[in-house]
């Protein structure tokens, strides 16, 4: 049977995972009485919730004698590290564009990474039954982009191809659709070319992801670069380690539509999994004891944001939690680093504090989300940049951003980025009232920036960025124009005293809300903090006033959600999160040694 291997590359919310789900449904993967749900590739909850790719997956679907192995990438930068690994391990990629929206950031990113690697790219423009639908234009974006990655000349000749991904149909034209995606695997068969190998060269597996299985344990994900493997072999693992001794497969397994079924033999060229193999890392090499060589390490682009994860220290610590201690956190965080190399964790002066480095906020953000649904309870700082010396000045990291936005708002989102150090680098109007704005801006001025966008522009701006590179350090950016409302005391609060605080700014809690001494509890109009009393109740008397019957009307208090909390806390500010709350807290609870600290600064 004939084998190719493709990688879908998309932004985000351009129909990747539901054409996916066509291509799985019209090649029979699905039984006919098999209940399925919408984007089937988008497993983790936080995915379906998002709408976004957070982890690759492999899937395989057989046509007319030829089997596709589908890889569904990230399409959001943050996920790099997934995205690069994801592309060692095909022939092709399949370039999916919406018809309407044309190439943006995280698009440009993943396909640099495709084309610098070689790959024959199949472009597929989707969505072109959109009322705004524009394929002819877009395709020329799409041109352009190539031009400007300097795409190789069999790469710029790429096969086109018009779908509606929703109702899995593609055709030659945006007008002329089929009743099906087999144009679509036609141009994939005879774009990508099949796996390639060298018959006397011995066994090379290259590791690209792991996973985990309750029954067999850790799992080796990659590809058969040469030779053949099989169930039960002796196979040792080779990379910057010193080789260990040779390690029995006690598993292998192949892709079966959206899962692995056990084999017996695979193929260069084929993708497994494969248990057994206990202390294997991403981008090491499993080959033959008896010739053992070993393939380039995987990799990646390194961290451009830090954060501190600490053992959750505030006085309502412990109360809906399951793993509380700092031991809990080590192994939490060292078992994440295992499968994601774009994540580091180093230890801090402070025994209960880690250093956890990342590619973005939303990285950052989702591997916290993950810990508090698994009943985690921890505090994080707010995300810094990482920062270079070269000689003798500090670099920082910059990132293109591209903003689509109504016209009458392009004004107050320039103003806000060029306080924030950013530099416009160009501006379209497509004649729709939508104009889209490219800068380029400190991966720090972003910090923040796009909840306040939202506010400016009353929603309706649309935000993407991709790290661009290291610049000199632009000087100082004020994150936050404001100050907070900080609770004094303990206790439960009462709307009487919310009533009188709320009129010095947005408050984050309502009445009868368990605050203590240290907790952020509201935005204040003003730049500098306030220590307040939000549990303060009405005095009892017996003598009447004109006042006494006046109604309590309180404002609805600002929930925030995980990336808002990052996005607004100061240096000195700790986001405390648990399975079933989010908190906002001062890094030192006790005022005296806040004041004391903050004259230290």
């Known amino acids: 049977m004939e084998l190719r291997n493709i990688a879908i590359i998309a932004h985000v919310d351009h129909g990747k995972t539901t054409l996916v789900d066509a291509m799985l449904r019209q090649t029979g993967t699905f039984a006919a009485h098999q209940q399925v749900v919408e984007r089937v590739m988008d497993s983790m909850d936080l995915e379906r919730e998002k709408g976004i790719t957070i982890m690759a997956k492999v899937a395989s679907v057989t046509v007319e004698g030829t089997r596709i192995n589908i890889v569904d990438t990230p399409g959001h930068a943050d996920f790099g590290g997934e995205v690069e690994r994801s592309l060692h391990i095909v022939d092709g990629a399949l370039l999916l564009v919406d018809a309407s929206e044309g190439p943006l ?3 440009r990113y993943v396909l640099h990474k495709a084309l610098h690697l070689g790959l024959p790219v199949v472009v597929c423009l989707n969505k072109v039954d959109r009322k705004d639908a524009r394929p002819k234009e877009v395709l020329d974006e799409v041109y352009e982009l190539f031009f400007d990655l300097d795409a190789a000349e069999h790469q710029i000749e790429f096969p086109v191809v018009y779908a509606n991904a929703k109702e899995g149909r593609a055709g030659p034209q945006a007008d002329k659709l089929g009743d099906d995606l087999k144009l679509l695997f036609e141009r994939i068969i005879a774009t990508v070319p099949a796996p390639t190998h060298d018959p006397e060269h011995p066994l090379q597996i290259i590791v690209s992801n792991l996973d985990a299985d309750p029954y067999v344990g850790r799992l ?8 053949e493997v099989t169930d039960g072999q002796n196979v040792v693992v080779l990379g910057e380690r010193e080789p260990g001794p040779a390690q029995r497969i006690s598993k292998l397994m192949t892709p079966s539509g959206l899962g692995w079924a056990p084999s017996d033999k695979a193929e260069a060229g084929d993708i497994v999994a494969i ?34 994860f600490g053992v959750n220290t505030s006085p309502l610590a412990g109360r809906d939690g399951k793993y509380l201690t700092g031991r809990h956190l080590k192994a939490r965080l060292e078992r994440e680093t295992l499968g994601n190399v774009s994540i580091r964790v180093q230890q801090t002066a402070q025994p209960d504090v880690y250093e956890v480095q ?26 810094e940049v990482i920062t270079r010396e070269e000689n003798g000045k500090t670099l920082e990291p910059v990132e293109d951003v591209t903003i689509d936005v109504p016209e009458e708002f392009i004004g107050v989102v320039t103003e806000q980025l060029s306080l924030r150090k950013g530099r416009m680098a160009s501006l379209a109007n497509h004649q729709t009232g939508w104009v889209r704005l490219e800068f380029r801006v400190p991966a720090r001025g972003l910090l923040g920036f796009r909840s306040q966008m939202l506010t400016d522009t009353k929603g309706t701006a649309i935000l993407h960025h991709v790290f661009a590179g290291y610049e000199p350090w632009m000087g100082d950016i004020r994150h936050r124009l404001t100050g907070v409302l900080v609770a004094d005391r303990a206790g439960n609060t009462t709307g009487y005293a919310l009533d009188q605080l709320q009129e010095r700014g947005e408050l984050f809690v309502g009445p009868g809300t368990e605050v203590y001494q240290g907790m952020v509890v509201g935005e204040n109009a003003r730049q500098e903090d306030i220590d307040v009393n939000p549990t303060r109740e009405k005095q009892k008397t017996n003598i009447r006033s004109a006042m006494a019957d006046e109604a309590i009307r309180l404002v609805p208090p600002r929930p925030m959600s995980l990336e808002q909390a990052l996005e607004f806390i100061a240096s000195d500010e700790l986001v405390e999160l648990t399975p079933g709350s989010i908190r906002l807290r001062k890094r030192y609870l006790d005022p005296t040694v806040r004041k004391r600290e903050a004259r230290k600064r």
């Open 275 to 308: 248990a057994g193999l206990g202390d294997v890392l991403v981008g090491e090499t499993i080959a033959d004891p008896t010739d053992a060589r070993a393939l380039p390490v995987l990799r990646v682009d390194q961290p451009s944001l830090h954060m501190e």
């Open 220 to 227: 080796a994900i990659g590809r058969v670069r040469h030779g």
């Open 105 to 107: 950031p995280q698009t």
């Open 358 to 383: 990342g590619r973005g906020e939303l990285q950052l953000a989702v591997l916290i989300e993950q810990m508090r649904r698994e009943g985690y309870e921890l505090q994080v700082s707010k995300p």
